[in-house]
């Protein structure tokens, strides 16, 4: 399986993106698929997961009430809605696959198996 995030860019402060992870064939309907980000100098983070069957969602607490994640299973693609942005959020934003239901450690970056290329984004202050 291969991913491919893309939707990263330069926004103002308090502004909107949504970042697409486009997987390049179905993916087994247990899946999780994840959001990860490495702010510049700092070490990789959980950002938010959604299992691809149930549909149910998990957040980092620094980003509960301001991203959302959400599946589109006919188009094997996985969108982070991100809204009211903060330069803390500046980071690679990376998505993530697991071929299971992760059901504990699922924001621990060695339970995925499957990594995109990342996506730059940068929120100006």
């Known amino acids: 399986v291969q991913l491919q995030a893309s939707g990263g860019g330069l926004v103002q402060a308090g502004g909107s993106l949504r970042l697409s992870c486009v997987a390049s064939?179905?993916?087994?309907?247990?899946?999780?698929v994840a959001w990860f980000r490495q702010p510049p100098g700092k070490e990789r983070e959980f950002v938010a997961a959604?299992?691809?069957?149930?549909?149910?969602?998990y957040y980092a607490d620094s980003v509960k009430g301001r991203f959302s994640i959400s599946r589109d299973r006919a188009k094997n693609t996985v969108y982070l809605q991100m809204s009211s942005l903060k330069p803390e959020d500046t980071a690679i934003y990376y998505c993530?696959?697991?071929?299971?239901?992760?059901?504990?450690?699922?924001?621990?970056?060695?339970?995925?198996?499957?990594w995109g290329q990342g996506t730059l984004v940068t929120v100006s202050s």
């Open positions: 064939e179905r993916p087994n309907s247990g899946n999780t």
């Open positions: 959604v299992f691809r069957r149930g549909g149910s969602t």
């Open positions: 993530a696959s697991s071929d299971t239901v992760i059901l504990s450690g699922r924001a621990t970056p060695n339970a995925y198996a499957y």
